[in-house]
């Protein structure tokens, strides 16, 4: 071994010193549980009114179990600089415990005897409610403090005890001489119809939710708190519910009525909130609409003074009368153009009427064919009155046209048919009438004479009369008719050969120009040619097929030279 390896040999001192300081390490981490220089995690802040003697260390605990530890108390300090009861504990809190939500609450709570001191009993809130970030304070109407045993008994001192032996023996002497143990036994005979509405009571005030008691006795006790804390205004209160207790009392006698009578109006009122309680929706909507009308009504009031000021002087005294004495002139000649008026509202009435239950029905009602109204969809009836007198005031309209420019605005069109009429007189003619139509006749216009018209009568008031009856007779007799047993479109089949090939022959001109137009003009002049001979045969049997019937010669257009047929 080299000289310099065992110079770098530990020497038994140093050693030692290693040995006692991991030794100290060692015993400090054992009784502390706590890694130095590691940062505190998550903390959370907490006001209590009464530290009382809590202390660093002290466990924090959730249903029990420990979730972390007391790491600083911090008391309060007034102006004066003297230290209050309040004190700010700041607690480490394991990632176990997390989260904590807003409203958590804290009480401190005494541990078992063997433990000794205090624990912060953490309730980490609802699940709904925010989370408390790191390093945040709960405020002090989320924490409590317990009541300790030498708070208990410091509170029967010497004047207290003595308070007490004056209640008791005052209560005694109520119950005893003054009558109040048979007023107690009087009351308990006629408390069961109260009983019946207490237990009511009672059931309300379990609220409607789990917990909503528990709520009540917590905010309860915020206001206690905050009475106790204003004592002047407490005094206050208790010497205005003497005056009002003693104006209980010198009204017995009303105040006992009205409890006899609370029943009733209990029973009478139940339906009316009820009912009250429904229309507050709608109430509150209608409110909520009103708001903006109801924030704009001040620039509306003023704007509204001037003319209610101008308003109220032209309503004044002064200007009354001379409104009066100048209107006083045509009093007689509105009662007389009242009195006058009496006839014309007469005739106006009567004119009313008749619209309302002759001529309005009678316009509403449907015009009947020849026959009368028909249960056959292929014969409907026409179109109501005042429907066809509008269609007939559009067509006189349009009559005073002559013509435009696709010509006369009448036409007369002729026309033939298989079916000849044999000659009849007509009562507007003086000869007899021949004439050919299409389709063999039914029947004839009814006679004027068979319509059943509503007699005119002056002397009745219109209101009272019948509507007029539009109906007409029976159709009359059709004229007699000769058919020749062919239709009007008959064709020979020579002639129908002909046509076709007519037909033909312009398809294929037709045909060519589309050759032509399309860049195929060897195709289109092969086609034409064809089309050329094809008309050229056409031609002769057209002259013999006019010279066999008797017809006069007639020539049709060349479709070669863009003629007109």
């Known amino acids: 071994m080299s000289p310099r390896s065992e110079n770098r040999r530990l020497s038994n001192l140093q050693i030692g010193l290693i040995a006692i300081v991991l030794t100290i390490i060692g015993f400090y981490l054992a009784f502390t549980k706590s890694i130095p220089f590691a940062g505190h995690g998550y903390q959370?802040?907490?006001?209590?009114?009464?530290?009382?003697?809590?202390?660093?260390?002290?466990?924090?605990?959730?249903?029990?179990?420990?979730?972390?530890e007391v790491s600083d108390v911090r008391h309060l300090e007034n102006a004066s600089g003297q230290g209050q009861d309040a004190a700010v504990v700041t607690m480490d809190i394991s990632d176990s415990a997390l989260p904590i939500r807003q409203d958590a609450t804290m009480e401190l709570r005494p541990r078992l005897f063997l433990e000794g001191n205090l624990f912060v009993d953490l309730h980490p809130g609802s699940p709904g409610a925010p989370e408390l970030s790191s390093g945040a304070t709960v405020p002090e109407?989320?924490?409590?403090?317990?009541?300790?045993?030498?708070?208990?008994?410091?509170?029967l001192q010497a004047p207290v005890r003595q308070d007490l032996q004056i209640f008791l023996k005052e209560f005694g002497g109520a119950l005893d001489k003054y009558g109040g143990a048979k007023g107690l036994q009087e009351s308990f005979r006629t408390s069961p119809a109260a009983y019946e509405y207490s237990s009511q009571v009672e059931q309300a005030l379990l609220g409607t939710q789990p917990g909503d008691l528990a709520g009540f006795v917590s905010n309860l006790d915020v206001v206690a708190k905050e009475l106790n804390s204003n004592s002047t205004a407490l005094q206050g209160l208790i010497t205005n519910l003497n005056s009002v207790s003693g104006a209980f009392a010198a009204h017995q006698a009303s105040l006992r009525e009205a409890i006899i009578e609370l029943p009733r109006t209990l029973a009478a009122g139940r339906p009316a909130l009820l009912k009250l309680n429904r229309d507050f929706p709608a109430l509150r909507a209608f409110a909520r609409e009103a708001l903006p009308g109801v924030k704009a009504s001040n620039a509306a009031l003023d704007y509204a003074n001037p003319w209610i000021g101008q308003l109220r002087q032209l309503v004044s005294r002064n200007e009354l009368r001379g409104l009066v004495k100048d209107l006083r002139p045509t009093i007689p000649d509105l009662a007389a153009l009242s009195h006058d008026t009496l006839p014309f509202l007469e005739q106006g009435r009567?004119?009313?009427?008749?619209?309302?239950?002759?001529?309005?029905?009678?316009?509403?009602?449907?015009?009947?064919?020849?026959?009368?109204?028909?249960?056959?969809?292929?014969?409907?009836?026409a179109g109501k009155v005042y429907q066809e007198t509008a269609?007939?005031?559009?067509?006189?309209?349009?009559?005073?046209?002559?013509?435009?420019?696709?010509?006369?605005?009448?036409?007369?069109?002729?026309?033939?048919?298989?079916?000849?009429?044999?000659?009849?007189?007509?009562?507007d003619l003086t000869g007899q009438l021949t004439g050919v139509a299409p389709f063999a006749f039914l029947g004839s216009q009814p006679a004027k004479q068979s319509s059943a018209k509503t007699p005119f009568r002056p002397d009745v008031p219109c209101e009272t009369q019948d509507p007029p009856d539009l109906r007409a007779g029976a159709l009359g007799?059709?004229?007699?008719?000769?058919?020749?047993?062919?239709?009007?479109?008959?064709?020979?089949?020579?002639?129908?050969?002909?046509?076709?090939?007519?037909?033909?022959?312009?398809?294929?001109?037709?045909?060519?120009?589309?050759?032509?137009?399309?860049?195929?003009?060897?195709?289109?002049?092969?086609?034409?040619?064809?089309?050329?001979?094809?008309?050229?045969?056409?031609?002769?049997?057209?002259?013999?097929?006019?010279?066999?019937?008797?017809?006069?010669p007639t020539a049709l257009a060349n479709p070669f030279q863009g003629g007109k047929r």
């Open 141 to 155: 109407n989320q924490t409590s403090v317990s009541v300790q045993l030498d708070q208990v008994l410091s509170t």
């Open 44 to 68: 959370l802040k907490a006001v209590f009114s009464d530290a009382e003697n809590i202390r660093v260390k002290s466990p924090v605990r959730i249903s029990g179990v420990n979730v972390g």
């Open 477 to 552: 007799p059709a004229p007699a008719t000769k058919s020749s047993g062919r239709s009007s479109t008959y064709m020979s089949p020579d002639l129908k050969s002909l046509v076709q090939r007519y037909a033909n022959i312009l398809k294929q001109v037709s045909d060519a120009k589309q050759l032509k137009g399309s860049g195929s003009p060897n195709a289109a002049k092969q086609l034409l040619d064809q089309a050329t001979k094809l008309f050229a045969g056409w031609t002769k049997d057209w002259t013999a097929f006019q010279k066999s019937n008797g017809v006069a």
């Open 391 to 427: 269609y007939g005031f559009a067509g006189v309209a349009g009559e005073s046209r002559s013509g435009d420019a696709n010509g006369q605005e009448f036409r007369v069109l002729g026309g033939g048919g298989s079916n000849t009429i044999a000659p009849f007189v007509s009562p």
């Open 350 to 381: 009567a004119l009313a009427s008749c619209f309302n239950n002759v001529v309005i029905p009678w316009s509403n009602t449907p015009i009947p064919n020849v026959n009368g109204p028909s249960d056959s969809d292929s014969d409907p009836p």
